[in-house]
Structure formats: structure tokens, C-alpha cells
T-cell receptor, first 112, second 115 residues
Framework: GNSVTQMEGPVTLSEEAFLTINCTYT??????LFWYVQYPGEGLQLLLK?????DKGSNKGFEATYRKETTSFHLEKGSVQVSDSAVYFC???????????FGSGTRLSIRP | DAGVTQSPTHLIKTRGQQVTLRCSPK?????VSWYQQALGQGPQFIFQ???????QRGNFPDRFSGHQFPNYSSELNVNALLLGDSALYLC??????????????FGSGTRLTVV
């Protein structure tokens, strides 16, 4: 079946460090891929998305590229801030009429 | 434009009791999905409602049931609560005629604690 695997956390970095959170997926066909972020005590917010192979999603300095050949959608940011501390979820879905399949989440903590 | 509204925000129930959680979708959305997020885990799909019918269901027992009203709002009911039902319950709305480009909008969730 379809699934998403992401690197386990927690990930702790210093401010202005480079961030990579790995995500790979198993799916048939061509799902859309997402990164969601969850700040403490809150629900999920869509961070970025990509809908087809080689698409790059980007938002707030974060980027991820849909790589079908490696079935990956790694999240990157060139210079993290303390305010980026949150839990990040990689996810896939086929349409607004289908369910979202989430990874288990990666907790990110940024030290000042 | 209001997003997804869930109520209540927090709830404490005793084992064996029943609970009802509520969700109002984002304006213009017609589909509501419910997810359970246990502590330290990713959200798990419970079910989805469209046109007042359950359209898809995840791997959850029949103790979990739902309803969608003509105004597209939805309820999640859980009977015979177990300690393991303690979780954050998230509601997500979407437009059925859209594709994943349009994405989903999530509410802030209801934190259910079963004691």
C-alpha cells in the first residue's frame, strides 16, 4: 500500500544552520506530495506542495523537489530560525477526494 | 473568511463514555475528513464525508462513527471510549471537485483525554 517514511527526530540545529529532513514515499501512480508543519498546541498548516515529478514546492524559505526516480521529497532550508521549531510531516494524496497519508513526523528544535 | 472550526478544543472523558466532536468546514468546501493523531505520531485517517454519506473509511473500529449535515458541517462520535482513544482529533475540509492542488484546510483539533 501507499506509505510515507521520514527521518526520525528530534533534529536539533543552531540558528542559521542548513536543514534537511528526508522523506521517501511508496505509491502507485502520481500522487501529490506535501509538507505540513505543526506548531506546539496547534493543528496542521500546509507548508508547501508539489503535484508532479520535478516540481519544486517552496514557501517561507523552505523547498522540496518531487523526485520520482528516487521516490523522495526532502525538505530543505538554507538558514533556519528559532521560529522554525515545530513538527514537520511529509504526506501524499491523490486528490481532494482522497485521504492524506502522513509520515510519522520529525520534531525540529532550533537553538538561538 | 473563516477556516475550519472545531469544537470543543479540549475534552476529558471517562472510559466507557461516549463523545461527540464537531467540525465546521471552510467556506466553499463540501468534504470533511477526520484524522486521529496520537501523541508523537502522524495523523491517521478515520473517515471522509461527502454529500452526507461516508465515502471512505480508514482502519478504525465501528465505535467510530460520523455524520455530515446539509450545511456540510460534521460530527465525529466515539462510543465505549478506551484509554487508547486519547489523541488530538483533526478535521480537514476540501472541495471534492478539486484536485490535490487545492489542498486541504485543517482545523486546530480537539484534544481528547480518556481517563
Amino acid at each position: 500500500g501507499n506509505s510515507v517514511t521520514q527521518m526520525e527526530g528530534p533534529v536539533t540545529l543552531s540558528e542559521e544552520a542548513f536543514l534537511t529532513i528526508n522523506c521517501t514515499y511508496t505509491a502507485t501512480g502520481y500522487p501529490s506530495l506535501f509538507w505540513y508543519v505543526q506548531y506546539p498546541g496547534e493543528g496542521l498548516q500546509l507548508l508547501l506542495k508539489a503535484t508532479k515529478a520535478d516540481d519544486k514546492g517552496s514557501n517561507k524559505g523552505f523547498e522540496a523537489t518531487y523526485r520520482k526516480e528516487t521516490t523522495s521529497f526532502h525538505l530543505e532550508k538554507g538558514s533556519v530560525q528559532v521560529s522554525d521549531s515545530a513538527v514537520y510531516f511529509c504526506a501524499l494524496s491523490y486528490s481532494s477526494a482522497s485521504k492524506i497519508i502522513f509520515g510519522s513526523g520529525t520534531r525540529l528544535s532550533i537553538r538561538p | 473568511d473563516a477556516g475550519v472550526t472545531q469544537s470543543p478544543t479540549h475534552l476529558i472523558k471517562t472510559r466507557g463514555q461516549q463523545v461527540t466532536l464537531r467540525c465546521s468546514p471552510k467556506s466553499g468546501h463540501d468534504t470533511v475528513s477526520w484524522y486521529q493523531q496520537a501523541l508523537g505520531q502522524g495523523p491517521q485517517f478515520i473517515f471522509q464525508y461527502y454529500e452526507e454519506e461516508e465515502r471512505q473509511r480508514g482502519n478504525f473500529p465501528d465505535r467510530f462513527s460520523g455524520h455530515q449535515f446539509p450545511n456540510y458541517s460534521s460530527e465525529l462520535n466515539v462510543n465505549a471510549l478506551l484509554l487508547g482513544d486519547s489523541a488530538l482529533y483533526l478535521c480537514a475540509s476540501s472541495l471534492a471537485s478539486g484536485n490535490a492542488n487545492y489542498g486541504y484546510t485543517f482545523g486546530s483539533g480537539t484534544r481528547l483525554t480518556v481517563v
